[in-house]
């Protein structure tokens, strides 16, 4: 296969619908021509969460018109594109269908091979999109809405799970914390704005498994020792919001990095890469520079617009598997989807 190619990635698995055209340059960084994306916040916000099925039907509404945007942007032709790039899981089961599907047709109409992506793994390779790319190994924090996870990263394809949560995730701890203290959807930045205005100090939270052995989180009793203290504060809550969000994400936070610097510690490497939506939290990163900085550790994080899910990701974890020789592209344009999928099990698969 040439070494110049153009790829399309599209991104559906949750409420975003992201499309962009990554160009692979030889053995270098793939480039980011253009990316568009459309969130589906306002339209959940009402029901305080994602609803699956109109997830499903607004991708279908977007994909195609957000296509058409980024080729434009880029200058470029849907004859140009070389590979179509997917989101294969994990994932809503309805929501990857669509981006799975149409990835499909337009691989078949324009006789282009197809790719199915491993979301994660396109949260993970999202810095080398940025001014200050890593290199591998490294160790990998990523936290997102669904996913807590420490993983050390030989290279392209090659994962191994050093820890993760073994309840809920960061990003959801985040939400869930938000709403008890009466913030809309999705909670995380809402709860990191109103936290600015807050005392960290204000209130002792629980730092789960901070001093055990373990790599591993647990964010579930947290938000219960969230929603004990706000039952406590009574009428004085409303007073009180910003010190109590600010406390929380301070626990999370203190959690993160303590488990990024044993990590760290354990497998003896020098570099951090941070991704996923919490990565875009700014206290997570001033905390993580700083005991970094301390430690003799370079983070590397994803520009702030490519934290939260977007299509540029999985355009650029499909041009780096084919770079890398771990994955081709294919003609059978038979797709399935992978709504649960551990992101280790690529190791196999390389
Ligand atoms: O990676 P992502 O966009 O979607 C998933 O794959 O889950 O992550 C979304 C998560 C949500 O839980 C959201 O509240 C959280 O990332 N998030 C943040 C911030 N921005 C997004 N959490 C804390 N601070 C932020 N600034
Ligand atoms: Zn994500």
């Known amino acids: 296969m040439a070494t110049d190619l153009l790829v399309l990635g599209i991104e559906s698995s949750c409420d975003e619908t992201g499309v962009a055209l990554v160009r692979t340059q030889g053995a270098g960084t793939p480039r980011l021509c253009a990316h568009a994306l459309h969130s589906q916040v306002a339209m959940h916000e009402a029901y305080g969460g994602v609803v699956p099925e109109l997830a499903s039907r607004d991708h279908i509404r977007r994909v195609l018109p957000l296509a058409r945007q980024v080729l434009a942007e880029a200058g470029q032709t849907l004859a140009e594109v070389d590979v179509v790039a997917y989101t294969r899981g994990p994932g809503l089961a309805g929501a990857l269908l669509v981006g799975a599907g149409v990835a499909c047709a337009l691989g078949a109409a324009l006789e282009r091979p197809v790719l199915g992506v491993h979301h994660l793994e396109g949260h993970l390779l999202s810095p080398f999109l940025g001014a200050d ?5 490294f160790v990998a924090l990523l936290v997102s809405g669904g996913h807590t996870q420490l993983m050390q990263v030989a290279g392209v394809g090659r994962y191994e799970l050093l820890g993760e949560t073994v309840d809920d995730a960061a ?4 939400d869930k914390s938000a709403k008890l203290l ?21 209130f002792k939270l629980p730092r789960p498994l901070l001093r055990s052995q373990t790599l591993d989180f647990s964010f579930a009793g947290l938000k219960t020792a969230v929603l004990v203290q706000a039952k406590k504060l009574g009428s004085e809550l409303e007073a009180r919001r910003a010190d109590l969000a600010a406390s929380t994400e301070a626990a999370i936070v203190e959690v993160l990095v303590a488990k990024s610097l044993a990590a760290l510690r354990r497998t003896g490497l020098d570099r951090l890469v941070v991704a996923g939506g919490v990565g875009a939290n700014r206290v997570l990163r001033r905390r993580l520079d700083a005991a970094c900085a301390r430690a003799g550790v370079r983070v590397h994080y994803p520009e702030l617009q490519l934290c939260t899910d977007n299509g540029a990701m999985i355009a650029l974890a499909a041009a780096m598997r084919l770079a890398a020789g771990v994955q081709s592209a294919n003609r059978a344009y038979a797709f399935d989807v992978k709504p649960r999928w551990p992101l280790a099990a690529l190791n196999e698969s390389a």
């Not at 990003?171 to 985040?174: K, L, N, P, Q, R």
């Open 182 to 202: 009466g913030l809309g959807y999705p909670g995380g930045p809402a709860l990191a704005r109103l936290a600015e205005q807050g005392d960290a100090a204000a």
């Open 171 to 174: 990003g959801e701890a985040f």
């Open 133 to 137: 790319p890593p290199r591998f190994p």
